[in-house]
């Protein structure tokens, strides 16, 4: 029974985590958006396309000069039938709406899109983890509990019929 408990804590968070990173929007190559980024939420920017493309990015507005740093690694989530590879992430100095540009030199479909940095999912991943070992181990400690009650309880009453009879 805590096994499904717990599972059923572990598998919404981990949903909720990943989905939570994906761009809710996005925009064609060339096209300037207007983005409210929250550095709180280590907002990156995404793209997807079918074929490898050079693609050039800036960012401007705010209440403070934002920058942009490319992303190490490969990192990549997939939502909608979409795969997004994370490619920048956005540096800004305080929360507020910026104007994003992207634009790729190749004749390719492109789509660019903002959301949050793939490593802020790890940490709904592994709390729902910890969640689903806590409720295991609780679970596990009760059962424990309930046997020795039961053959504590039973070795005195053999020891009151050995007594009495």
């Known amino acids: 029974m805590c096994a499904i408990v717990g599972v059923a804590m572990f598998a919404p968070g981990v949903v909720s985590s990943v989905s939570g990173v994906a761009p809710t929007r996005s925009f064609a190559s060339g096209e300037t958006v207007t983005v409210p980024v929250d550095p709180a939420d280590k907002p990156a920017i995404y793209l997807a396309s079918d074929t490898p493309v050079t693609y050039e990015c800036s960012i401007s507005g705010g209440p403070g000069q934002a920058r942009l740093a490319k992303t190490t690694g490969t990192r990549t989530v997939t939502d909608g039938g979409n795969v997004w590879e994370q490619i920048l992430v956005i540096n800004a100095p305080a929360?507020?709406?910026y104007?994003?540009?992207c634009a790729n030199r190749e004749q390719a479909t492109v789509r660019y899109g903002v959301g949050r940095e793939v490593r802020t999912a790890v940490g709904g991943v592994f709390g729902g983890l910890a969640a689903l070992v806590l409720i295991l181990g609780i679970g596990l400690l009760v059962g424990i509990g309930g046997?020795?009650?039961v053959l504590v309880r039973r070795s005195g009453f053999r020891k009151r019929l050995?007594?009495?009879g």
């Open 95 to 97: 929360k507020g709406d």
């Open 99 to 101: 104007q994003l540009t």
């Open 147 to 149: 046997t020795v009650a």
């Open 162 to 164: 050995a007594v009495g």
